[in-house]
C-alpha cells in the first residue's frame, strides 16, 4: 500500500495517479504487500531533514529513509520517502522535463532505495539507474539521464 501525504498541499501534485504507479512499481519488482509512505514537503523541511540524517545544510529533492522495525515485527514496511516539490519543480524546469515525469522519477529513485538500490559506488549506480530506466519506460517517460 502507497499512502501520499500532501503535507503542503501541493495542488500540482496528482496524488492518486502517483499512488497508482508507485503501487504498480512495487508489485513489478515483486516486493509483495508492504507499505510505503511518500510526504510531500517544503524547502524548509527538507533542508532540516537533510541536515538532521546527512548532514548536509541545504534543501534535496529526496530522501529515503528505510523502515527500522525490528524484524521480531512482521510488518512490510519499506520506510518514508520525503520529496520537495519545489525542488523537484526547479529541477525539472532546469533539465527541460515535466514537472510529472520529473516527480515520478523522483519518486521511483526514493523507493528504490528502500528496496536496498544505491549509487555510491559505480557499479551499483549503473545498476540502480538501468532500472530506473527500465521502470520509467515501462511508464513512458524518457531516460532521465540523457
Do not use: W
Not at 23 to 45: M, N, T
Not at 78 to 94: F, N, T
Request: glycine residues 4%; negative net charge.
Amino acid at each position: 500500500m502507497v499512502v501520499i501525504q500532501n503535507s503542503i498541499n501541493d495542488l500540482s501534485i496528482d496524488v492518486q495517479n502517483l499512488t497508482d504507479i508507485l503501487q504498480q512499481v512495487i508489485a513489478d519488482l515483486g516486493v509483495g504487500a508492504s507499505e510505503l509512505l511518500i510526504r510531500i514537503v517544503d524547502i524548509a523541511e527538507i533542508q532540516h531533514l537533510n541536515k538532521a540524517y546527512r548532514n548536509k545544510d541545504k534543501p534535496t529533492n529526496v530522501l529515503s529513509f528505510p523502515s527500522d522495525l525490528p524484524k521480531e515485527i512482521d510488518e512490510a514496511i519499506l520506510g518514508d520517502v520525503v520529496i520537495c516539490s519545489a525542488v523537484v519543480k526547479a529541477e525539472a524546469q532546469m533539465q527541460h522535463k515535466t514537472f510529472e515525469h520529473h516527480l515520478m522519477h523522483i519518486a521511483v529513485h526514493g523507493a528504490l532505495h528502500l528496496l536496498g538500490y544505491d549509487h555510491i559506488e559505480e557499479e551499483e549506480a549503473e545498476a540502480m539507474e538501468a532500472l530506473e530506466i527500465k521502470i520509467l519506460h515501462g511508464l513512458k517517460i524518457c531516460n532521465p539521464y540523457e
